[in-house]
């Protein structure tokens, strides 16, 4: 099939930082609306708060974002703990999200447990299909232990390779490219950016200038029967990380 006939779609990765900016800022809509304006289809978000008092004012920020950009979305808590509501209990979460316009045709929530760090990570996964062909999108958060990002990447990799369909894993590493969980996971994905050259920083790692991104730690990783068409990086720092949107297309 030519380029010309195939369906073009966007995805995005985008950690947001509890929707706080470099600013210092807490403002989700600002988030929202970068969203709507990339016109992904698929959206990989990480550090996103449920109903946490303390850091962004008890809002279900998932499903806030969802509603902002009139999109579903699934959310997989990496950590849970109860809080109180308005009188009511809820379970209060930290963790990362899916959005999307296309159907979830089934949805998972995988948890991956912590090894002598600080907090779980996690998985959140949607299948859904475009012009009747189906796909499937994952959102993680790799942690800061490199053990445990190689243990945590082996589980995704063996996750990946059970599933029947053409897989976008998207999320923010941790780590660079050249690093063992990197080199792990390229033996059987495609990083969009080696494939399109637009090897862009994503992070500003102790940068001299705190709006200069250095390091690239966020990635969109596909399977290699997904051709990549365009990647480019926002230049905005309503987070602290900048916003990945890839151009893909199923064959």
């Known amino acids: 099939m030519a380029d010309s006939e195939r369906t073009v779609f966007s995805v995005m990765t985008y950690n947001i930082r ?106 959140a996964v949607v299948d859904t299909v475009i012009d009747g062909k189906p796909l499937t999108f994952i959102s993680t958060h790799l942690g800061l232990s490199e053990k445990e990002r190689l243990i945590h990447i082996e589980i995704i990799a063996d996750y990946i390779e059970k599933k029947p369909n053409p897989v976008v894993l998207v999320g923010d590493w941790n780590e660079q490219p050249g690093s063992p969980t990197y080199n792990y996971i390229t033996q059987i994905l495609v990083d969009a950016a080696i494939e399109t050259e637009k090897e862009l920083p994503t992070f500003a790692y102790h940068s001299p200038d705190p709006y200069q991104a250095n390091a690239r730690i966020d990635f969109i990783f596909v399977s290699p029967e997904i051709h990549v068409h365009d990647l480019r990086v926002l230049n905005n720092w309503a987070s602290d990380h900048l916003p990945v949107i890839a151009d893909l297309s199923l064959a």
């Open 18 to 123: 509890c929707g706080r900016g470099k600013d210092d800022v807490l403002d989700l809509d600002r988030i929202g609306q970068i969203i709507t304006q990339s016109k992904a289809k698929l959206v990989g978000l990480q550090e996103v708060d449920r109903y946490n008092p303390l850091r962004s004012q008890n809002v279900h920020q998932a499903e806030h974002l969802a509603k902002k950009t009139n999109m579903r979305y699934v959310y997989s808590p990496a950590i849970l703990t109860r809080t109180s509501l308005k009188g009511e209990d809820k379970w209060a979460g930290f963790g990362n999200a899916v959005l999307t316009s296309l159907p979830i045709e089934r949805q998972d929530k995988i948890v991956l447990p912590k090894h002598n760090t600080r907090e779980n990570r996690s998985l």
